[in-house]
């Protein structure tokens, strides 16, 4: 099973990247993501045995609770570079909590052999793929005029561990389980499955 931890983004954020994305999309032929399968990851697992999905469970539900996270929806940009870009992105902005959610996820995850991510924590919204070099002039001019644009805010009381699997349209997301910041205890859904998608 190939899973990782997210937070999921309500309706009202969806529709701003929807209509944001419907703008973009003509500018650029890039893999753009499908808004309704955007996510805020917080740990990449990557391949787990199923056999052993109730430990991974329940080394989640024992991450700390937490008051709600207020996370602001910010800026544009590309990664590594603007120059030869591989992923444009929207920021996210949580604050130190949105990092010690991160930090304490990968705290529950290492007894089980999971060791923390090398990488910095760097949340953010994956808007679209570059697979290989495109004219890009055109996006990169609307991207200017929003760079520092507050799209929208949320706030997070829980995190879900999903699957993903590949489809013939993109990776489909599974929700496994849901772990509430205010209560250390999980919900596990029958699977919920999502549409079809890029995992960031």
Same mark, same amino acid.
């Given at each position: 099973m190939r $899973?990782? *931890? !997210? /937070?999921? +983004?309500?309706?009202?954020? /969806?529709?701003?990247? #929807?209509?944001?994305? =419907?703008r973009f999309r003509p500018a650029a032929h890039l893999k753009w993501? &499908?808004?309704?399968?955007?996510?805020?990851?917080?740990?990449?697992? !990557?391949?787990?045995p199923e056999a052993k999905l109730d430990q991974l469970r329940a080394a989640l539900a024992s991450v700390p609770p937490r008051d709600p996270i207020r996370i602001v929806l910010r800026g544009l940009g590309w990664f590594p570079n603007a120059r030869r870009p591989r992923v444009f992105w929207a920021g996210v902005d949580g604050g130190p909590e949105l990092r010690q959610l991160a930090l304490d996820i990968d705290t529950a995850l290492e007894p089980l052999g999971l &060791?923390?991510? #090398?990488?910095?924590? %760097? &949340?953010? +919204?994956?808007?679209a793929r570059i697979k290989q070099?495109? &004219? $890009?002039?055109?996006?990169?001019?609307?991207? %200017?005029?929003?760079?520092? *644009? #507050?799209? @929208?805010?949320? *706030? =997070?009381?829980?995190? /879900?561990?999903?699957?993903s699997?590949?489809?013939? @349209? !993109?990776?489909?997301?599974?929700? $496994? %389980?849901?772990?509430?910041? =205010? #209560? @250390?205890?999980? %919900? @596990?859904?029958a699977g919920v499955e999502l549409h079809p998608g890029i995992h960031q």
């Open positions: $899973l990782f *931890t !997210g /937070i999921d +983004l309500p309706d009202h954020v /969806i529709n701003v990247f #929807e209509r944001m994305l =419907a993501s &499908p808004v309704y399968n955007m996510h805020i990851t917080t740990r990449f697992i !990557g391949e787990w &060791p923390p991510e #090398e990488r910095e924590f %760097s &949340p953010h +919204l994956t808007l070099p495109v &004219p $890009l002039d055109k996006l990169h001019e609307m991207v %200017s005029e929003l760079e520092n *644009t #507050e799209f @929208a805010t949320l *706030t =997070a009381d829980r995190f /879900i561990l999903y699957r699997q590949p489809g013939s @349209a !993109g990776s489909i997301y599974t929700k $496994l %389980s849901e772990f509430r910041f =205010a #209560e @250390a205890s999980v %919900s @596990a859904d």
